[in-house]
């Protein structure tokens, strides 16, 4: 008898063991899991360089068209050129 309960304690603390390790892997699944969407949230926050790029160009542009003044389109062309390290 005392065999009998050594036999059903052991196999008892191997699936104590067997689910300490599955929780214990599904804990890490969960994290990874909300770790990349976090990254992936921030990723779409971002824009390309090409269309940063664009961006700038278009309202360089838009300056261009509706301001008249030469002094300040100078003035302008200036400080984006900056933005670019054009200096």
């Given at each position: 008898m005392a065999q009998r309960c050594k036999a059903k304690s052991k196999r008892t603390?191997?699936?104590c063991g067997a689910w300490a390790v599955l929780l214990t892997?599904?804990?890490?699944?969960?994290?990874?899991?909300?770790?990349?969407?976090r990254r992936l949230a921030a990723v779409e926050q971002m824009i390309t360089a090409e269309r940063a790029m664009?961006?700038?160009?278009?309202?360089?542009?838009?300056?261009?068209?509706?301001?008249?003044?030469?002094?300040?389109?100078?003035a302008v062309a200036q400080e984006v050129a900056k933005l670019y390290g054009e200096e």
């Open positions: 603390g191997e699936q892997t599904i804990e890490t699944r969960r994290r990874l899991v909300d770790t990349e969407r664009l961006l700038v160009a278009a309202l360089v542009d838009a300056v261009r068209r509706h301001v008249d003044d030469g002094v300040v389109l100078a």
